[in-house]
């Protein structure tokens, strides 16, 4: 009998870690769409994702949690909906040292409206360190003006345990709501 | 000093083409050139584009109200699930994909350019044949191709 | 219990206002708070149509929302309603300029009162709290130890802080007590900052809180409360992973709790639980609340779900 199927679904700004957080944790090795960067302004990235990123957990039962990566940039939202149907739970990758992360941020708390309002989502905030960029109060903020008290959390895109932490305050909140 | 001799003594570096053929100044003109052919041959197509592999457009001929700002991103996101597919099953290099309604069909892609950075979507209605759609569509490719190596020198 | 607010509507439309006035009686049940009419531009909620907006400068304290004509597209606007206003559309509108008033609102966090014999750990929340209250909350403030040296220097718009002392622990000098000096300027902040790395305030101050309820328990400007809830989740990636944390704060940003509450939801010890609220006050998460007494209608519980969860959990090791 074929077991059931989760979605959990990561989504962010280009560049914020999203590839690499999906490939920290999956036990298959990923499928990615890359194509080349011709977008240089938005980043210096030589790839990006145009379709998805996907990833899977395996669990016993035959169960399965499959992991989508969306595409950050905004021409690309047709994506967002389609991927985050029947999603169990969003993480949201913003890079603070982008040039709008607190727009982006936005941006995608409004496009995923439905998963954030059920608090089935959190926030890992990557390179906070790079100096300047905006403060943890300042996605408060954000959030706050949505009505919003998702987990932030400051997180190094490339440590596999940050992406857990997040997958931990992602699965708590989910729980608690319930 | 003549014209001519004035290229041969301007250094490589400032007659070398662009980071990505997407700044070229004289990209749409080509694509444009190639895609007026293409819809004057094959009758049936309501619209037609050039997109970059990473969702941009570059040009379009539209007769229908098609978003091509929308189009040229979902091309990209099809062919490279194509590419992905095909990888999956051992085969390398997404052509194109068809996709079929009973209403008309879209086809996409992949131009094959020197450099691999464009794509052609075409969308048609009922009365277009896919086989010629397909064979104008790859003649088109071919126009775009020569129209690249022109600009890449 | 439900709030009141005050909206005003500018628009073009003589008619649209009777509209809405009549809409507001037909809703009034359906609304999660009580909504009044007024005619000044200085209601909580001010929604415009494109012509006011040129003419009005909302005040920061206002929600603002728009009405967009048919054809009209919004830009930068979060908050809109389409013309002509009906009742469904309308409705949703309210509840959630209702929701975006309230997190506006929201009291600065728990202050430990001013008392003569408080705690360092206290003191320094009330000094945290103080400055986030004020309107200078941005600028810089030095703590200086008894002698008059400086001992760190603090931040509460970046929320960072430096440190100036290398003979010992930071949180372990503020437990001994502190004064604190005058709001500085940016500059001396500047200066502080090449003096040494700042570092981030609120891991400081969740040390300081744990460690009071060690000592203290529950820190004494809490007690006497009906309740708490957060606003926001502390930085567990900054001040470290803290599974405890974790699930009191995705209980306690959900609904209101008592200590005890908190930790029978949580299954968590209740010298830990008064540590994180400790804490979270000190971060300025933590607001009072009072709980709702009688238990509401549990929300349908979803076996299949709670399992996934729990499964992955053991998957990643969490």
């Given amino acids: ?178 | 000093m003549t014209n001519m001799e004035a290229i041969a003594q301007t250094p490589r570096w400032l007659l070398s083409s662009p980071a990505s053929l997407r700044e070229h100044p004289e990209l749409p003109k080509h694509c444009r050139s190639a895609l007026d052919w293409f819809v004057s041959q094959t009758s049936g197509v309501t619209a037609a584009l050039v997109a970059t592999t990473d969702g941009f457009e570059v040009c379009s001929i539209m007769h229908r109200a098609v978003s091509a700002e929308k189009i040229s991103a979902m091309t990209s996101s099809i062919l490279a699930l194509g590419d992905a597919v095909l990888g999956e099953a051992s085969h390398n290099g997404c052509e194109n994909v068809v996709i079929e309604s009973k209403s008309g069909l879209v086809l996409m892609l992949a131009v094959r350019d020197a450099r691999q950075e464009l794509l052609l979507s075409v969308v048609a209605d009922k009365n277009a044949m896919l086989g010629q759609v397909l064979w104008a569509a790859r003649k088109c490719c071919e126009r775009i191709c020569t129209g690249v190596a022109l600009i890449d020198g | 219990m439900p709030c009141e607010w005050t909206l005003s509507v500018m628009s073009e439309y003589p008619d649209e206002v009777a509209i809405v006035r009549s809409m507001l009686s037909i809703l009034r049940t359906n609304l999660t708070d009580q909504w009044q009419l007024v005619e000044s531009p200085h209601a909580d909620l001010l929604v415009m149509g494109a012509g006011a907006e040129s003419a009005l400068r909302p005040r920061n304290t206002q929600v603002v929302g728009r009405l967009l004509s048919p054809g009209e597209r919004p830009e930068n606007a979060v908050l809109t309603l389409e013309r002509p206003v009906r009742a469904m559309p309308f409705m949703e509108f309210l509840n959630m300029a209702s929701m975006r008033l309230k997190a506006r609102n929201e009291a600065a966090s728990l202050s430990p009162a001013a008392n003569a014999k408080c705690s360092p750990a206290q003191s320094l929340g009330q000094t945290l709290a103080a400055l986030r209250k004020s309107g200078t909350f941005k600028r810089p403030m030095a703590l200086l130890d008894a002698s008059g040296e400086r001992l760190a220097t603090i931040n509460t718009n970046r929320g960072e802080i430096v440190c100036h002392r290398q003979d010992g622990d930071i949180v372990h000098l503020l437990e001994q007590g502190f004064e604190q000096a005058q709001a500085l300027t940016a500059r001396d902040w500047e200066a502080a900052c090449l003096t040494a790395k700042p570092g981030r305030l609120d891991r400081i101050c969740w040390q300081l809180g744990t460690r009071l309820a060690e000592t203290e328990g529950l820190g004494s400007w809490l007690q006497n409360m009906a309740g708490f809830r957060l606003i926001g989740w502390p930085d567990f990636g900054a001040i470290g992973n803290d599974r405890a944390g974790i699930k009191l704060s995705a209980n306690l940003t959900q609904r209101a709790h008592t200590p005890e509450s908190a930790a029978v939801a949580t299954a968590v010890a209740i010298e830990q639980v008064y540590g994180f609220l400790n804490a979270s006050s000190l971060c300025g998460l933590l607001v009072e609340s009072p709980c709702v007494a009688a238990q509401q209608t549990p929300a349908i519980r979803r076996p299949e779900q709670a399992s996934v969860i729990s499964r992955l959990r053991g998957k990643l090791g969490l």
């Fill in chain 1, 1 to 178: 009998m074929a077991g059931r199927e989760y979605k959990v679904i990561i989504t962010g700004t280009m560049g914020a870690g999203k590839t690499t957080a999906i490939r920290a944790i999956s036990d298959i090795s990923m499928i990615s769409t890359e194509a080349a960067n011709t977008d240089l302004l938005a980043s210096a990235k030589a790839t990006t994702t145009v379709a998805l990123d996907y990833g899977e957990l395996q669990l016993d039962g035959g169960d399965r949690v499959r992991i989508y990566g969306t595409p950050g940039q905004q021409r690309f939202s047709f994506m967002w909906e389609i991927l985050a149907k029947g999603a169990l739970g969003l993480v949201l990758l913003i890079d603070n040292s982008s040039e709008r992360p607190l727009e982006d941020l936005g941006t995608f708390l409004d496009a995923f409206s439905e998963l954030t309002r059920k608090a089935a989502a959190v926030v890992g905030v990557t390179h906070c360190d790079a100096g300047s960029g905006p403060t943890m109060g300042d996605y408060y903020e954000v959030l706050a003006e949505r009505g919003l008290a998702l987990p932030v959390f400051s997180i190094d895109g490339r440590e596999r345990e940050d992406v857990l932490l997040l997958l931990d305050a992602l699965l708590t909140s989910i729980e608690a709501a319930s």
